[in-house]
Every structure is written in C-alpha cells, then in structure tokens.
C-alpha cells in the first residue's frame, strides 16, 4: 500500500538517511532490519533520561538510563490498531512478500509483524510530530508584537525599523517563520517571478563553485520545481527562517560569515558577487555604524531563551555524539585487532528546568556541564533488551474512576491506592488534597502530569505527601509511609502550568528496590 500524507517534509527527512549507506546505514541494512533490531532493544537503553524530562520523564527507567516501556507500547500507544495490529505476519518481506498467519511461538528469522514491517511509518511521523512541537515563540519579539513594550531594548526596536525598512530584509524573510520558504506563503504561491517561492541568489559565491537549486537529485531529477530555463535558479539557495539565528552560527550556505555582524556588512555591501539571477535587493544599503549594530541587535532578540537554556520543550535525553578516534595520520586506537575504537562526546541529559546555557559557535563548546568527551571505552552501543510488555491491567481502584489504567511504569500491580481528591484554587495555584489508602507500608512517590499526560508538572514549594513538605519546587515527592492506612498528600500547582486545558494527572507509585512496582493515577480538573 502506498500512502502519500500532504506536508510531511520532516516526516521524509527522518525516513530517507536511516536506511542510506552514505549517511546513517551499513550498505545493504534495510527498513525490516532496523525495526527488528528496535523493537528488541531498550529505547535510549544505554542514555541518562532525567525524570523531569518534559517528554520522556514518565517513561524515564528508574535505573537512570533509557526508558521502562518498549517501541512496541509507545507505537502502539500513538498509532491507530489498522497499522499495527494484525493476526497475520509479512513473510520474506520486500518485493515477494507474502502474509502469513502468525505462528503461536517466535517468529522464524524471515518473518516480521505488521508493527515491524510499517515501522518507517511509525518513525517518520513521530519524528515529525516531536519535530513540530518544538516551536521557538516566546523570543523577546514575540513578546513585543504581542503588546509587552518592555521586552525590547531601544536599540533592537530600531534594527526591526532597519530590517522592516532600509534594508529590506522583510521581504524575503517574511512572516512569522521570518522566511518566504514556509509551508503558507510556498500554498499560496509556489512560483515568484518565475522561480521557485522561498530561494534567492545573494551573490555569495559564484554558482560555478555551488550550483544550489540549478542542481540535480541523484535520479537526475532538477531540485527546483518551477521548471524555468536553464541557469535561471543557478546559485539560489533556500531563505532561512531566522528565529535563534544567534545561536547557529556560522551562516549561509558555505559557513563563510561567522557572526552575525559580518552578514549585517555581507548585505550592507550588497553581496560578494554579481549574477543575471541576483536579487533585486541585494544592492549596498548604506547602512551606518548605528543602523547595523541596532540591526544585530534585532537579530539577537530572535532567541527563545527556552532555546538558549535547554528548557522544556527544548530538553532532551542525554546524547552521545561519535567523535571519530583518537589517534593521528598514522595510528588510531584499537577496540580490537584492526578496530579503530570509537571516541564519544556526551552532551548530559536535562529535564524540563533547563540547565547550562548553550554555547555558540564561535565559542568552545567543550565546557563543563555542556559538551565534554567520554573517557575511552565508558559507551558501548545500545544493547539492553527491550522491557518486557506492561503486565494487564490491574483491576481499577475502587473511586479511582474510568480513567485508572496502570501508568506506563507498572510492571507487577502489587499495591493499590484509593485515591479521592478535593481541588481548591487561589488566582495563581490549584491545590489537589487527596486520601490514599495504603494497602502496606513502604516508599511511595507522588507525580503530577499535564491533563493529556505528557508533561510532567512542578510541584511547589509546600507540596506534602503523609508528613513530608516540600521547600522547594519539584517534580517529584517521596516518603517512607510506615504502615498501611490512610495518607494524605496535597499538591501545589502553579495554574500557568496548566494553560492547555485544566485538567491534570496525579500519579502515586509504590517504590520497590529497583523503582515503581505499582501506579495509581487518577486524572483531575481544577475548578
Ligand atoms: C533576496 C532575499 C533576501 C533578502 C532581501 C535578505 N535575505 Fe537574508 N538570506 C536570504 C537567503 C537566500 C539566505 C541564505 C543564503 C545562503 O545560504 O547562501 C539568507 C541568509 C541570511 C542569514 C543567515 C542565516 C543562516 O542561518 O545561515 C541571516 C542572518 C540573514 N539572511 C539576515 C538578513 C538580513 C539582516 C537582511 C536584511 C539586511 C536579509 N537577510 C535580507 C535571502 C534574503
């Protein structure tokens, strides 16, 4: 079956390298074989993932690394049951595959399940929907055009004059996305002047040196779509959208500006070449020494600080980044005989807070906290196996209402909660009392979620569980319940947390040695 989903670029990009033996793949590995290998392997199995990570934090495993549920529950989770339920396997999949009923024990090597055999599906769509959640408007612009006049300086107030005006810059980056190249203005007209919406040839370089959109794909196939005669694209390149420019440095299409300076003077001297196609306004602007650095200044304001300090949703699980091998010219360290061993750096794990301020280029940026190298041989690849599928559901709690399925996390119900909750607000925090009936002593933690259950929620400052009180704001409180009866916990929430809706998810485990034995959860409205 072939399916073809309108606007899904990202969805393509995420798809296309997996399995290229330029990029990402070993030459010949296919789509079948990836999803094999996932679907047995722990997700992020060998990766710190913090609790509070505002997307993965109620999946995080208790041991520190990698995630307590399988690809298989999180696909089956998100996606409908048509794409991924089946009572029949695909056998020697590719072009003579055929379907088979699935046997009762393991599948033999040739055979996958429905699940496996649509798992590109599954990966390019959540990739381009994780993709497209990471949304950078809360930069100081946004807050000035949506009426806060303290959030920009004079100075940066002024460069959106010079960008508005003398220099032109609106024109080609346009709109919110600050780039004709999005997805509304290429709709509503895919061709400007003949060629395609949402390029541009500035004069960078000569198109002899990078042809740009006048190019071929590797079937031959002319990138531009606007069929115009030959060398009319020559040397254009995609618009940018510029929203945390100040942290991406160096710029354009070959690096050649380093700061955001020199592509202030790149356009005041109205580019480094001339060609036929060269846009209009690429012409020198006559900017003087105020108008550029107010300019600049206006540049920077384009950074969402949530960016800048890797706070939710801009968070993530730790990421090790293969750094070549250590060694020279001549010799590289061995993992074995005639194995170079492979060198990482790590850029640590941060939950929803945030933490270290990224550092742009051209900065260093292998400093403490941020960026810094593995010590050898510390990594292997991922190899820890998939957890085992969530047990069956546990009978609901009694008063615990329809909604109390087991939380992600459950592995063996050996506790349940009664959970009653009484909310109260003032105009800044809702407070959830609630009554847990404890079945047997023991470590419990408490939680709160984002009502569609995805983002954990900080509790503040004064959040109780049975005798402990919390001083400062956290995600999570816990407490050595000495025997089984009856809990109270209470929870402070910050009701800005819960602008998407009023509803929220308050989860309750039983810790055991290794992590939460048991969930209680129970969804809640705040009046
Ligand atoms: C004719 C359309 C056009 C105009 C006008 C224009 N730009 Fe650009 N801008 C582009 C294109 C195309 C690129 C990418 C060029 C490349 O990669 O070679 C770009 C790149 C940039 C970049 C680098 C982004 C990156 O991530 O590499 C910045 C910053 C920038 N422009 C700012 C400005 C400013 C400031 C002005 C006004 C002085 C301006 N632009 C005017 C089309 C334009």
């Known amino acids: 079956m072939r399916l073809e989903i309108p606007n899904a670029s990202l969805a393509s990009q995420a798809v296309g390298p997996m399995t290229n033996a330029g990029i990402m793949s070993f030459a010949g590995r296919g789509w079948k074989d990836i999803a094999v290998k996932l679907t047995s392997l722990r997700p992020l199995g060998e990766q710190a993932v913090s609790p509070s990570d505002s997307v993965l934090g109620p999946y995080a495993d208790p041991s520190g690394k990698g995630l307590s549920v399988s690809y298989a529950d999180l696909i089956e989770r998100a996606f409908a049951t048509r794409w991924w339920r089946s009572?029949?396997?695909?056998?020697?999949?590719?072009?003579?595959?055929?379907?088979?009923?699935?046997?009762?024990?393991?599948?033999?090597?040739?055979?996958?399940?429905?699940?496996?055999?649509?798992?590109?599906?599954?990966?390019?769509?959540?990739?381009?929907?994780?993709?497209?959640?990471?949304?950078?408007?809360?930069?100081?612009?946004?807050?000035?055009?949506?009426?806060?006049?303290?959030?920009?300086?004079?100075?940066?107030?002024?460069?959106?004059?010079?960008?508005?005006?003398k220099g032109q810059c609106s024109t080609c980056h346009a709109g919110p996305e600050l780039t004709n190249a999005a997805t509304a203005a290429v709709a509503q007209s895919p061709l400007t002047d003949g060629t395609d919406t949402g390029f541009a040839n500035l004069g960078v370089r000569a198109p002899s040196e990078d042809v740009g959109l006048g190019g071929t794909d590797v079937n031959g196939n002319p990138l531009s779509m606007a069929g115009a005669p030959a060398g009319a694209v020559d040397g254009m390149f995609k618009i940018p959208g510029l929203r945390n420019v100040a942290l991406t440095a160096p710029y354009f299409h070959n690096g050649s500006a380093g700061t955001l300076r020199q592509v202030v003077e790149f356009y005041n001297r109205g580019g480094n070449v001339d060609a036929p196609n060269k846009a209009n306004e690429i012409k020198p602007l006559s900017l003087n020494e105020q108008e550029k650095q107010d300019l600049v200044a206006f540049l920077e304001a384009l950074t969402d600080p949530r960016v800048?300090?890797?706070?939710?949703?801009?968070?993530?699980?730790?990421?090790?980044?293969?750094?070549?091998?250590?060694?020279?010219?001549?010799?590289?360290?061995?993992?074995?005989?005639?194995?170079?061993?492979?060198?990482?750096?790590?850029?640590?794990?941060?939950?929803?807070?945030?933490?270290?301020?990224?550092?742009?280029?051209?900065?260093?940026?292998?400093?403490?906290?941020?960026?810094?190298?593995?010590?050898?041989?510390?990594?292997?690849?991922?190899?820890?196996?998939?957890?085992?599928?969530?047990?069956?559901?546990?009978?609901?709690?009694?008063?615990?209402?329809?909604?109390?399925?087991?939380?992600?996390?459950?592995?063996?119900?050996?506790?349940?909660?009664?959970?009653?909750?009484?909310?109260?607000?003032?105009?800044?925090?809702?407070?959830?009392?609630?009554?847990?009936?404890?079945?047997?002593?023991?470590?419990?933690?408490?939680?709160?979620?984002?009502?569609?259950?995805?983002?954990?929620?900080?509790?503040?400052?004064?959040?109780?569980?049975?005798?402990?009180?919390?001083?400062?704001?956290?995600?999570?409180?816990?407490?050595?319940?000495?025997?089984?009866?009856?809990?109270?916990?209470?929870?402070?929430?910050?009701?800005?947390?819960?602008?998407?809706?009023?509803?929220?998810?308050?989860?309750?485990?039983?810790?055991?040695?290794?992590?939460?034995?048991?969930?209680?959860?129970?969804?809640?409205?705040?009046?």
């Open 87 to 165: 009572n029949l396997v695909v056998k020697d999949p590719g072009a003579n595959q055929t379907f088979v009923p699935a046997p009762s024990g393991q599948l033999p090597a040739n055979e996958i399940t429905q699940l496996q055999a649509n798992f590109s599906l599954f990966w390019g769509l959540a990739v381009q929907l994780y993709e497209a959640s990471l949304v950078s408007d809360q930069t100081p612009v946004d807050r000035f055009l949506s009426g806060d006049h303290s959030a920009l300086t004079k100075q940066a107030v002024d460069g959106m004059g010079v960008f508005t005006g």
């Open 308 to 527: 800048l300090l890797q706070q939710a949703p801009f968070d993530h699980p730790e990421l090790l980044i293969p750094h070549g091998a250590s060694g020279d010219t001549t010799s590289v360290a061995t993992s074995a005989p005639g194995v170079a061993a492979d060198e990482y750096l790590e850029l640590p794990a941060v939950g929803a807070g945030g933490a270290t301020r990224i550092q742009p280029f051209p900065n260093n940026p292998f400093l403490p906290g941020f960026l810094q190298a593995l010590p050898a041989g510390s990594f292997q690849p991922v190899t820890a196996p998939a957890p085992a599928a969530p047990a069956p559901a546990a009978p609901a709690p009694a008063g615990a209402g329809p909604a109390d399925t087991p939380a992600p996390t459950v592995s063996a119900p050996a506790t349940t909660l009664k959970v009653t909750p009484k909310v109260r607000r003032t105009r800044s925090v809702a407070t959830v009392t609630a009554s847990l009936n404890v079945r047997q002593g023991g470590r419990l933690r408490v939680r709160a979620l984002d009502g569609r259950g995805r983002r954990q929620l900080v509790l503040l400052a004064g959040s109780r569980l049975g005798k402990i009180v919390s001083r400062h704001d956290a995600y999570t409180i816990t407490a050595r319940i000495a025997r089984a009866g009856k809990v109270t916990v209470r929870l402070r929430i910050a009701r800005s947390q819960l602008a998407h809706g009023r509803t929220f998810r308050i989860l309750v485990d039983t810790m055991g040695r290794r992590g939460a034995v048991a969930t209680a959860r129970l969804d809640a409205v705040a009046p």
